[in-house]
């Protein structure tokens, strides 16, 4: 295998090892596969969706699709690279799912008060509530970006994968992919300036 992608990490490799192993069927390849990605995914589903309720069962719907689809895997590329175009394919079908049946929140039935359980030994401190304040404002300008941009941010940002790879998850060319990211992080520079002018 090495001859075949000397330019893979022993991490790559091992993945296209494992999913060979279960293509033939081997459950506890699959298990192994499910346990060195699942956080990744868990993330990047989490993340695209603006919240974690529905992530984890996300999650299991793109590992169920890798067990399904193992006898046609072909290790063509890393197989993160066909792993995180399962969860791209499982996370917009979700989102077009939420545009047509939208959900009615806690908060807007509660009158727009926010419902939270207040933990009693919390401190209430100004640093942890404006950083809490942040990574929302964060969030909902991410979630405030068209799908594609925002997959690519989540995919460069939180998970590290380079412009290459994200190009063949979202099927578009490298300089696509670098100006689809230009696009979003100005975006999001806008929507976050008075969080970046208080440094």
């Known amino acids: ?3 075949i992608f000397p330019e893979l990490s022993a991490e790559d490799r091992q993945d296209i090892a494992w999913m060979q192993c279960v293509r033939q ?16 995914v868990v993330g990047v589903v989490a993340k695209m969706l603006g919240d974690v309720s529905d992530a984890e069962d996300i ?10 689809s193992a006898a046609r895997y072909e290790p063509s590329a890393r197989f993160t690279t066909w ?35 207040q ?26 970006l ?15 994968v380079s412009y290459e790879e994200i190009g063949n998850i979202l099927e578009m060319s490298v300089p696509a992919v670098k100006s689809v990211l230009f696009r979003a992080r100005t975006t999001l520079r806008e929507c976050l300036r008075d969080y970046l002018n208080e440094g």
């Open 83 to 117: 792993l995180f175009t399962i969860t791209r394919n499982l996370a917009f079908n979700e989102l077009r799912r939420r545009k047509r049946h939208p959900a009615v929140s806690l908060d807007s039935e509660l009158g727009g008060r926010a419902f939270q359980v």
């Open 146 to 160: 068209p799908q594609a941009q925002r997959m690519a941010v989540i995919l460069r940002r939180y998970q590290d």
């Open 1 to 3: 295998m090495s001859d």
């Open 59 to 68: 999650a299991q719907q793109v590992f169920l699709r890798v067990w399904n």
């Open 119 to 144: 933990d009693a030994h919390a401190k209430s401190a100004p640093k942890v509530m404006m950083e809490e304040e942040m990574q929302a404002s964060i969030q909902k300008a991410i979630d405030a």
């Open 25 to 40: 069927g081997d459950l506890g390849a699959f298990e192994r596969l499910v346990e060195a990605h699942q956080s990744k």
